[in-house]
């Protein structure tokens, strides 16, 4: 259910920034016909996907923590659409590349902060499963140091851009879905870890909550 809703945003995000893209081109190239004609062709489809947009970027927001990216994305959107009214309305070409770079701005937000996570490398004495002393916390924190830390901050807070996770609400397998799938503003590790090793951030993470 959260996988197909994620895709279908991502798609209807996609069109919706490709109808502007042609919108405002053919603004700023003095096309007023061109353009006239192209808005009342895509006035359906383009109530469509900004309907879809809408819904399913609500969805996967009640399913996110707030972080300040996210913060910043909601204000750039939320912005670009009186703008984008008003510019194409009035044919401005100021207002409507403004609302363009805005909403474009919002979507690039969202995509560089899924592609700072790395994997970094753990010690053997840490992760090996196989050792008597091991502990899925001790592994966790390691994997979180290594990979989280730069988002969510030190022990769970103060990060540059995630969620704070003291004060996540949560439960066990929503954060698990999160860890593995990503949400709209960050990537999901399924494919940088192995289940162990997901188990394991996810068990270390939950010792934060206060």
């Not at 996609?14 to 003095?30: P, Q, R, S, V």
């Not at 359906?44 to 399913?63: K, R």
């Not at 969202?110 to 970094?120: D, L, M, R, V, W």
Request: net charge positive; aromatic share 8%; proline share 2%.
């Amino acid at each position: 259910m959260f996988k197909a809703i994620f895709y279908t945003h991502l798609i209807s995000v996609n069109l919706f920034l490709l109808i502007y893209l042609i919108k405002t081109i053919l603004l700023l190239t003095n096309k007023k016909d061109s353009l006239a004609k192209f808005t009342k062709a895509v006035k359906v489809p383009e109530m469509i996907i900004s309907t879809a947009f809408l819904l399913t970027g609500i969805y996967l927001l009640a399913q996110t923590e707030f972080t300040k990216i996210l913060l910043i994305k909601i204000i750039l959107v939320l912005i670009s659409i009186p703008v984008a009214i008003i510019g194409f309305k009035k044919q401005n070409k100021t207002l409507a590349l403004l609302s363009f770079l805005m909403i474009t701005g919002a979507y690039g937000l969202a995509e560089i902060n899924k592609k700072n996570i790395t994997k970094q490398t753990i010690s053997f004495s840490i992760a090996n499963i196989n050792d008597p002393n091991y502990s899925l916390q001790k592994h966790g924190e390691a994997i979180y140091i290594g990979s989280c830390q730069s988002c969510h901050g030190k022990g769970g807070t103060n990060g540059a851009g995630g969620a704070d996770l003291t004060i996540s609400q949560m439960s066990h397998d929503q954060m698990l879905q999160q860890i593995k799938t990503g949400s709209s503003s960050m990537a999901g590790f399924k494919d940088l870890l192995n289940p162990q090793e997901i188990n394991a951030v996810l068990a270390y993470i939950e010792t934060l909550k206060k």
